[in-house]
């Protein structure tokens, strides 16, 4: 019946990260011992103080339609979240709210891409950046990197990847799924490069930026030139483990802004009202209030790198931010394992979740075939567990 269906969606790969939750979900229900490290989603409670503003805004019964491109009072915290936290003079009309930070990329996508046009890709990219863009009849062009380089792109590498067809370019920093950090120096170093090229615009996706354990930040719109050409995108999904609310943003250029909100009144609207209500009080909070998870997720993150480093052949960096671990897992190529030839990651991977129980994410999935992705968004008993597992099934 898939010849029914439109070659769009024929086109379109599976989110691979939803894929293997849902098949550990679905082995779990088996009865079988699942550790799931696929899924990127906060182990912890909604702040109580957000909580309190959405059960408000209920019995203030904001309950109406929301404005496409999200509440005034919203869009304008969002500016001073913005000034705060990143040194970016945003004005409410360069401020677009999306139901999650994936629409506002899918928005970007649909408002800036033609047919044909390529879109530079750091590799490893998160799972649907690439899809986006395909869908959205771009052309992607990744840009691989490695351990060794602790998964950045140098200079010359964007250099040589730049085209007449180069429209854009994507990245995460940090970055899911490498945890990589651009530093200040770095991203000066890379805008450099496209002050030769005026016409390439730069999506900088920093929806991990507080979950960041580098000490610094840095929004590559703050480098001087570059922020007319930066579209900003952020939420609230990671560092206030509000991944069910759905709230996502960006700022833009006005022009931008203006057709990301004319594509989304064709398309969902308005974000969710009470989850607006609840953003409000989330991003005029001030980061502090987020020192003890991130000081959570470090201490996992030493954890994890401690256990894996001691696996014979696993190659790893240690990434500053976010809550992932990448490691080279290319030695194991070629090898059987109880009985299993491990070709590349996709196979090491099964293996894992068929001979550990412990569900990870190929890295074939973000651009690297290399390598897995592990999620140490959980306890530090089940991580220790986990990582016991994996090393005992590569014994």
Request: proline share 5%; with cysteine; glycine share 6%.
């Amino acid at each position: 019946m898939e010849n029914l269906l439109s070659d769009r969606i024929n086109n379109l790969t599976t989110s691979q990260t939803l894929a293997m939750a849902a098949l550990a979900r679905e082995l779990k229900s088996q009865g079988k011992d699942i550790i799931s490290l696929s899924l990127g989603e906060p182990d912890f409670n909604t702040p109580d103080f957000i909580k309190e503003a959405a059960k408000k805004a209920i019995d203030e019964n904001y309950s109406t339609y929301t404005p496409v491109e999200g509440y005034a009072e919203l869009r304008e915290a969002i500016c001073r979240k913005f000034k705060r936290d990143n040194n970016l003079d945003y004005k409410p009309s360069n401020i677009v709210v999306s139901t999650g930070a994936k629409q506002s990329l899918y928005n970007i996508a649909q408002v800036m891409i033609n047919d044909g046009d390529e879109v530079i890709l750091p590799a490893p990219y998160w799972v649907s950046y690439y899809e986006i863009i395909k869908m959205s009849g771009g052309i992607p062009v990744e840009v691989p990197t490695s351990v060794e380089s602790d998964f950045k792109i140098t200079p010359a590498q964007l250099e040589a990847a730049i085209t007449p067809k180069t429209k854009m370019i994507w990245y995460s920093s940090p970055c899911n799924p490498s945890g990589s950090v651009y530093s200040r120096e770095e991203l000066t170093a890379l805008a450099k490069v496209l002050e030769k090229y005026p016409n390439i615009f730069i999506v900088s996706d920093e929806i991990y930026e507080h979950i960041n354990f580098s000490g610094t930040f840095c929004s590559v719109a703050s480098i001087p030139g570059m922020f007319d050409r930066t579209i900003t995108v952020n939420g609230v999904a990671k560092a206030f483990a509000m991944t069910g609310w759905r709230i996502g943003y960006i700022g833009a250029p006005e022009f931008i802004a203006k057709a990301c909100t004319k594509m989304q009144g064709q398309v969902t609207s308005g974000a969710n009202s009470i989850a607006q209500r609840a953003t409000i009080a989330a991003v005029d909070a001030d980061p502090s209030v987020l020192n003890e998870m991130v000081s959570a997720f470090k201490g996992r993150r030493d954890l994890v790198v401690g256990l894996i480093k001691q696996i014979p052949g696993l190659k790893l960096n240690t990434p500053e931010g976010a809550f992932y671990v990448f490691p080279d897992v290319s030695s194991y190529f070629g090898k059987t394992l109880r009985g299993t030839t491990i070709n590349n990651a996709d196979d090491f991977s099964m293996y894992l979740l068929g001979e550990a129980n412990v569900a990870t994410v190929t890295g074939d999935a973000f651009g690297n075939p290399n390598c897995i992705r592990i999620s140490y968004a959980t306890s530090e008993e089940i991580l220790t567990e986990a990582i016991r597992r994996i090393k005992e099934v590569l014994a």
